[in-house]
């Protein structure tokens, strides 16, 4: 019990702490990228993977945008990986996607990518070549955002407020933030169900 009240403590200050402004950038720029009608290509290592993936999902159904992630196709990831290596399984999958400056990439991550650090250097080296081309760079990430903040037009950084719990609350502020933004009245353009549901039977 103890420890539930704390980790959820910890989820309130966090939530409190979080930058609207930050958030309000990556909404506007998204709501542009729709109206170039460019794609957005969502990143994300482990867990973070499952959170691009969540994300890939909204953004078509829910905001009506061409969005796309390289983890979701395990056998295109693999055979890259396997044949090319791991730090250039995102760039040369972005490569094939013909990336452009009307395009978005988006990050979800811990801790952004450190290349000194060999800290997910595929989400460096996707960015590095995302510059390269003029792509948008947005993100939400944890600790200081690493190489995606410091690249990116906007980000989302999620606060620390316990260094024993970073990843876990990182991870968990993803689909917060998320849905924060794929629920936003400019951004999103279809109804959910259950909220359709609901004005259905009023």
Not at 122 to 135: D, G, I, P, W
Request: proline letters at 2%; aromatic letters at 6%; hydrophobic letters at 45%.
């Amino acid at each position: 019990m103890k420890y539930a009240k704390q980790f959820l403590a910890e989820s309130a200050e966090i939530a409190a702490k979080l930058d609207a402004r930050d958030i309000a950038g990556i909404v506007r720029r998204l709501v542009a990228a729709r109206r170039r009608r460019g794609r957005v290509f969502v990143l994300g290592v482990g867990g973070s993977a499952a959170a691009a993936s969540h994300f890939v999902n909204d953004l078509r159904k829910l905001a009506a945008i061409d969005a796309r992630a390289p983890t979701d196709n395990i056998s295109e990831l693999t055979a890259r990986i396997n044949d090319e290596g791991w730090e250039s399984c995102f760039e040369n999958w972005l490569k094939t996607s013909r990336l452009g400056r009307n395009d978005v990439v988006f990050v979800f991550s811990v801790g952004g990518g450190d290349r000194a650090r060999n800290i997910s250097p595929n989400l460096v080296r996707a960015l590095q070549y995302a510059k390269a081309r003029k792509a948008v760079i947005l993100g939400i990430v944890g600790r200081d955002g690493g190489y995606t903040a410091k690249v990116a037009a906007a980000r989302a950084i999620i606060p620390v407020v316990n260094k024993d719990r970073i990843t876990p609350h990182t991870e968990s502020f993803h689909a917060l933030v998320a849905h924060l933004i794929i629920s936003h009245p400019r951004l999103q353009s279809a109804a959910t169900k259950w909220e359709r549901e609901m004005r259905t039977a009023k």
